[in-house]
């Protein structure tokens, strides 16, 4: 599904990724460690196709419309709704019978009560939920998960711990955690940035 | 290039009973017209660079682009002066090269303007190969305008100095373009080289201190 | 084709949603072009002629368009959403596109009321000025939309913006100016129509490159 060989990235003068490779087949769950300014988020918005590698060759093999990611920031309109930041996204992503699964992603995810106020009233545990409802809603089959377990509490780290298990049985994910012992059972594979 | 500076000189002389306003054309013209190559070098190593994604043609198309800048401000200079002689004032709005290469200069001002603003990277050199684009779309257009803006503007009272070129006075034009645009070519390919041995430089030290 | 539309109708209605919703922009362009219009009261000598007033009024209208302009990613950079509309399935320059109708309704929104205040505080306007605002507005909005994403990249936005619109903005002004006061106003509109044509076809293209790395 992924196959990464010497990539790197450079910004001008500063590398924010050095030399990376590895592979990771349909199914399987790859956990990212590493410490700050490793190159943990470069990696993973390379894979999600937000850059292209300076060097190396990296191909995944899921189309745009496949991969679900999650960022450092949560890539929701802040004026707008809960409710309305997916239902745009929804539309954007052709999405399938798209207000049954807004309602059901935000009801998993105790938004539901929240779904008509706007993201600037939310506070930080739920805007990293809605981002996972963002990142969900079209039932990718990569999911690229960078740091998913900032700001949640113990219930939205359970309802994520939840989620992963069951995607991690027929969806590929790219994991990176300051916390490698919570992922650690699901994961198959782990890389390690220096 | 000593070679092509000595020609341009000798080419003035040559002149030298035309009159100070006909000597300057000589270096006007071929000013603003490698100014244009240089600008349209610069797109075009912008679209290379869109186009294959090779990062050493945002620097190609950088240092076209500054010499491109550094012409046009020198085809305004000779401009002015050209302007002063003929017609007796610094600027004429009358002209419409001198007032397409006013507009030119301003754009590929902010083209400075907005390539030290961003982050070096990929991001920067696809931005600055876009604009580069622009800018050559923008030369037919704003010359269009230019002319069309003299219709409600200025009615045209300054009847131009349009050399009327005997044979000799074309092929020392020639030879004055040819001067200029290799002039053009060789400060392009110094500071080419110049930055190239700036980057390997740094990555040198990079290599050392890594190690 | 119709997913095209489709993107382009609902990115330009969040943006129309948006702006009802905060009322950040529409009132600041308002108020800063009917402010113009009065300092160039002040500004144009008694026996100026009407001219000088049209070539003014096009001032306004571009300096009005910058300051909306200078907004129009706002809501993108905020929540890092740009990078989310780029993840998207959909075509690149459907979010200019998007981006591109949701200003030119702000910006005809402001002249709906300038360009009346323009005819009561100068002189009034020929129909064929306003097929040429309408052109501009086009040309503005579609070449602006580009220019502010590019602007937005750096650090200094505010300030490269104008720096960058301005020339671009100056065959749009020249046949704004000359379809009001020139007899041979259709050439200028004909002008516009090429700059729009020439301007956005480029502007769409360029777009899917300036929003990725």
Redesign the interface.
């Known amino acids: 599904m992924i196959r990464a060989d010497g990539v790197e990235k450079r910004y001008g003068r500063a590398w924010a990724l050095r030399r990376v490779s590895f592979e990771l087949n349909e199914g399987e769950l790859l956990l990212v460690t590493g410490a700050n300014g490793s190159g943990k988020t470069t990696l993973l918005r390379l894979i999600?196709?937000?850059?292209?590698p300076t060097h190396g060759s990296l191909t995944v093999g899921a189309?745009?419309?496949d991969?679900g990611?999650l960022?450092?920031?949560?890539?929701?309109?802040?004026?707008?709704t809960g409710f309305?930041n997916l239902d745009?996204?929804g539309?954007?992503?052709?999405v399938r019978e798209r207000p049954e699964r807004i309602g059901m992603l935000l009801e998993r995810f105790g938004l539901w009560d929240a779904r008509s106020e706007?993201?600037s009233t939310y506070s930080r545990g739920m805007v990293q939920r809605l981002a996972l409802c963002?990142a969900l809603l079209h039932d990718p089959t990569l999911l690229v998960l960078d740091e998913p377990f900032t700001a949640l509490d113990e219930s939205g780290a359970a309802l994520l711990d939840r989620e992963l298990a069951t995607r991690s049985e027929n969806k590929t994910l790219v994991v990176s955690t300051h916390d490698p012992d919570r992922v650690a059972g699901l994961a198959t594979r782990r890389l390690a940035l220096a | 290039m000593a070679g092509a500076l000595v020609l341009v000189f000798f080419v003035a002389p040559v002149d030298a009973d035309q009159g100070i306003s006909q000597k300057i054309f000589y270096f006007h013209v071929p000013l603003a017209l490698t100014s244009y190559v240089c600008f349209g070098v610069g797109a075009w190593k912008g679209l290379r660079l869109?186009w294959t994604g090779v990062a050493r043609h945002d620097l190609e198309s950088y240092t076209a682009i500054h010499q491109g800048t550094i012409f046009g401000a020198l085809t305004l200079l000779t401009g002015s002066i050209w302007a002063k002689a003929s017609w007796g004032r610094w600027w004429v709005w009358s002209e419409d090269q001198l007032v397409l290469f006013l507009?030119?200069f301003?754009?590929y001002?902010?083209y400075f303007?907005?390539r030290f603003?961003?982050?070096p990277?990929?991001?920067?050199e696809?931005?600055s190969?876009?604009?580069a684009?622009?800018g050559v779309?923008?030369i037919p257009?704003?010359f269009?305008?230019?002319r069309?803006?003299k219709?409600?503007i200025h009615p045209v009272v300054f009847t131009r100095h349009g050399p009327q070129m005997t044979h000799s006075m074309f092929a020392a034009f020639c030879v004055a373009w040819a001067a200029v645009l290799l002039v053009a070519y060789v400060m392009y390919r110094v500071e080419l080289a110049g930055k190239r041995i700036d980057a390997n430089l740094q990555d040198l030290r990079e290599a050392l201190t890594a190690s | 084709m119709s997913?095209y539309a489709?993107?382009v109708a609902?990115?330009a209605r969040?943006d129309l949603?948006?702006e009802l919703?905060?009322r950040e922009t529409l009132p600041a362009m308002l108020l800063f072009v009917v402010s113009t219009l009065v300092v160039f009261h002040f500004a144009l000598p008694p026996r100026a002629g009407r001219?000088a007033a049209y070539g003014l009024l096009w001032v306004a209208l571009v300096f009005t368009a910058l300051l909306g302009l200078g907004r129009a990613w706002v809501?993108e950079r905020?929540?890092?959403?740009l990078?989310?509309?780029?993840?998207?399935?959909?075509d690149r320059s459907a979010i200019w596109l998007g981006k591109t109708v949701a200003i030119l309704a702000f910006l005809v929104g402001v002249e709906v009321i300038a360009l009346p205040a323009f005819a009561l505080f100068f002189a009034p306007l020929p129909g064929r000025s306003l097929g040429g605002v309408a052109l501009a507005d086009i040309g503005i909005c579609a070449v602006g939309s580009?220019i502010s994403a590019?602007?937005g990249?750096?650090?200094?936005?505010e300030?490269?913006l104008p720096?960058?619109f301005?020339?671009?903005a100056?065959?749009l002004v020249?046949?704004g100016?000359?379809a009001t006061?020139?007899p041979?106003g259709a050439?200028?509109l004909l002008?516009l129509v090429?700059?729009d044509v020439?301007?956005s076809i480029?502007s769409w293209a360029?777009f899917e490159?300036?929003v990725?790395?």
């Open positions: 999600a196709g937000l850059a292209s189309t745009r419309g991969v990611y960022g450092h920031e949560a890539l929701v309109y802040r004026d707008l309305e745009l996204y539309r954007l992503y052709r706007r993201v963002r | 869109l507009v030119l301003l754009f001002c902010a303007m907005l603003s961003v982050e990277g990929s991001r920067r696809r931005i190969a876009v604009y684009l622009f779309a923008l257009v704003s269009l305008a230019i069309l803006s219709n409600f | 997913a489709a993107d609902a990115l969040k949603r948006l919703r905060t001219d809501p905020d929540g890092g959403v990078d989310g509309l780029v993840l998207a399935p959909c580009l590019m602007a990249a750096g650090r200094t936005r300030l490269t720096l960058l301005l020339p671009l100056i065959p020249v046949g100016v000359g006061i020139s041979h050439h200028y002008f090429l700059y020439v301007f480029l360029a490159y300036v990725t790395e």
